[in-house]
């Protein structure tokens, strides 16, 4: 594809693909030349393309256009008619400009960030060819599909100086984060045991017949759009429910174990103080079954849940379910019992020698009561959810400083999802699997460290020096 703006007329005119992915796709490795981000001053605007047009990717897009000190001034897809349907949606007047080929972007448009929205089996991939090439990343969470390819990503980061940020926004909600801090700093004493949401595992892909390919892309865009897992035919069920698939997410639905579990497990590790580190046991404590994830029985809603407004949300979700019990060095047990009609989803309970502290998105409540009711207690939110993580992200593109949710930390809130699918997978209810979180291996199942890993389809590798520390 050409620098050809999209618009509705030109999207209709346009050819169907770039000569650059008629000819090789994008199936080729990662630079592995350093290149140098750009210096931006204070009061300069923050060039950004986005990658990856979901619907995820205009919720994204739709907050964004509300932030002065970012513009946005490509997109790119490679399955073209979201090109078109997206700026159809959102940017008509913004003479924004469409590529099937990321890599073309963010040469041409000489972009200071991109945010990637990709699938989640493309985003680790995507995300390494950014960085490698010199602009900084807002990633989707879960931000990797296996915790080994999260510590490449990781590593990639260090080695390029690149400013990151993994959208578990909650870490810039102020409520949130002064909750947190409460914990953190011992207002419920020592915390001796998290509760959480018992979420809903992926499911595996039962082979099915292939469907005829949709209007409008190129010849090798399922090919691209595959990515790292196995090349399969084509199917309506994988373009656009991928995210309850194994091979191409961890549980992305609504109440899933990366879905909804990603925010739930961040919000842990940072009001236990753990950002860098994690558990050192996880125990799978009953049989894996396909279960709906709540009663859903008529009672009295007290005012302290501060789920509530996500209940209904789930009401009919169900799949592979099984409490996990985790430990960290000091002795906190996490447990991860909770249904949906009863917990809160996006949070947890923090549960001390001196009382309680439940955080959920943007709501807080405590036993007892007085434990939140600081005068230095910050007001709700009165912007979109996202906004203040993606101003953190361009902020911190500008000072070239740590942003909230940086890498490292998504990394190690990832992990745990991880840890709670593959102690489902390997199925061994009662056995107490030890994880060092150091090496990010496990030091007594090797049936385990199986899962940590998995085959990518040639040319979809990630960067060889990325297997080691920067």
């Known amino acids: 594809m050409s620098e050809k ?11 169907t693909t770039t000569a650059a992915l008629i000819a090789g796709g994008c199936a ?19 060039i950004v393309g986005l990658i990856g047009l979901g619907g995820r990717c205009r919720d994204i897009g739709a907050t964004s256009l509300k932030i002065p000190t970012m513009r946005i001034v490509a997109l790119c897809d490679c399955f073209q008619p979201r090109i078109h ?21 963010i040469e041409k448009e000489k972009l ?16 390494c060819w950014a960085m490698d090439a010199g602009v900084d990343v807002y990633i989707e969470k879960p931000m990797c599909l296996t915790i080994e390819e999260g510590r490449q990503m990781v590593n990639v980061a260090r080695r390029n100086k690149s400013v990151t940020q993994v959208g578990t926004q909650q870490r810039s909600i102020a409520l949130n984060n002064w909750a947190s801090d409460l914990v953190k700093n011992g207002a419920i004493g020592k915390v001796h045991t998290v509760l959480a949401p018992d979420f809903v595992s992926p499911l595996h892909w039962e082979p099915k017949e292939g469907q005829d390919m949709p209007d409008g892309g190129s010849p ?11 090349l399969r035919p084509y199917h309506h069920d994988l373009q656009y429910g991928w995210a309850q698939w194994w091979d191409y997410d961890g549980g992305g639905i609504s109440y899933g174990v990366t879905g909804w579990g990603t925010h739930s497990y961040d919000q842990i590790q940072r009001g236990l103080g753990t950002d860098e580190t994690g558990p050192v046991e996880v125990e799978l404590e009953e049989p894996v079954t396909t279960k709906r994830v709540g009663e859903f029985k008529e009672r009295t809603i007290s005012e302290d849940e501060t789920g ?27 447990k991860l019992h909770l249904d949906a009609d009863c917990s809160p989803g996006l949070g947890c309970i923090f549960i001390g020698e001196k009382g309680k502290i439940e955080i959920n998105r943007d709501r807080v409540s405590s036993d007892p009561k007085e434990l939140l009711q600081g005068p230095d207690r910050p007001g709700n939110l009165t912007v979109p959810e996202t906004q203040p993580h993606i101003e953190n ?28 699918n593959i102690a489902r997978d390997v199925g061994q209810a009662g056995k107490t699997l030890k994880w060092d979180p150091d090496k990010e291996r496990f030091t007594n199942c090797d049936e385990a460290n199986k899962f940590l890993a998995r085959p990518r389809r040639e040319g979809w590798e990630l960067p060889d020096y990325a297997k080691k520390k920067a």
């Open 220 to 230: 090798n865009w399922w090919d691209i759009w595959t990515n790292q897992s196995e």
């Open 28 to 46: 080729t490795k990662p630079s592995t030349a350093r290149v140098v981000p750009r210096k931006i001053s204070p009061n300069e605007t923050v």
């Open 393 to 420: 992200w361009i902020e911190c593109i500008k000072t070239r400083k740590r942003c909230t949710a940086d890498i490292e930390y998504g990394q190690r809130s990832s992990s745990i999802c991880y840890l709670v």
């Open 112 to 127: 200071d960030g991109v945010m990637v929205e990709t699938t989640t089996h493309a985003r680790a991939w995507v995300t």
């Open 85 to 105: 349907s997206y700026i159809d949606k959102l940017g008509k007047d913004q003479n924004w400009k469409g590529y099937a080929d990321f890599r073309e972007m």
């Open 308 to 334: 509530q407004a996500y209940y209904d949300m789930v009401r009919n979700t169900s799949g592979p379910r099984a409490k996990v019990r985790m430990k960290y060095k000091n002795g906190t047990e996490l």
């Open 5 to 15: 703006q999209w618009t509705r007329r030109a999207f209709l005119a346009a050819t």
